[in-house]
Nanobody
Framework: QVHLVESGGGLVQTGGSLRLSCAAS????????MGWYRQAPGKQREKVAV???????DYADSVKGRFTISRDNAKNTVYLQMDSLKPEDTAVYYC?????????WGQGTQVTVSS
C-alpha cells in the first residue's frame, strides 16, 4: 500500500503564489509517475501536471508557464510551484502516484484564488 499526504493549499489573491507538496510512503514502486490533478465544483477532475521518474514533465495547457512540477526521488515527494494564480485555478488539488498496475490518490488540498 501507498499513502500520499498533501500540504500547502490555502487562500491567495490573484497573481499570488502557492507551493504544494505531496509525500509518498509505503511500498513505493519504480518507475512511476507522480502528478497533480484538480477538481473544481461541478467539473470533472483534470490533469494539472505530471513528472516521470526520470524527470520528464507534462503540463496542462492552462498552467504552462505558470506552474512548475518537480520531484525528489530520495524523499518520494512531488512539488507543485504555482505562480501567477488566477481565480479559475480554484479547486481541490489531488496528488497522484501511478505505475503499470497501481494508482493512488491523496486526500486533496483546497486552493482558493480570490479576485
Amino acid at each position: 500500500q501507498v499513502h500520499l499526504v498533501e500540504s500547502g493549499g490555502g487562500l491567495v489573491q490573484t497573481g499570488g503564489s502557492l507551493r504544494l507538496s505531496c509525500a509518498a510512503s509505503g511500498s513505493i514502486f519504480s518507475p512511476n509517475v507522480m502528478g497533480w490533478y484538480r477538481q473544481a465544483p461541478g467539473k470533472q477532475r483534470e490533469k494539472v501536471a505530471v513528472v516521470f521518474t526520470g524527470g520528464n514533465t507534462d503540463y496542462a495547457d492552462s498552467v504552462k508557464g505558470r506552474f512548475t512540477i518537480s520531484r525528489d526521488n530520495a524523499k518520494n515527494t512531488v512539488y507543485l510551484q504555482m505562480d501567477s494564480l488566477k481565480p479559475e485555478d480554484t479547486a481541490v488539488y489531488y496528488c497522484n502516484l501511478r505505475g503499470t498496475y497501481d494508482n493512488y490518490w491523496g486526500q486533496g488540498t483546497q486552493v482558493t484564488v480570490s479576485s
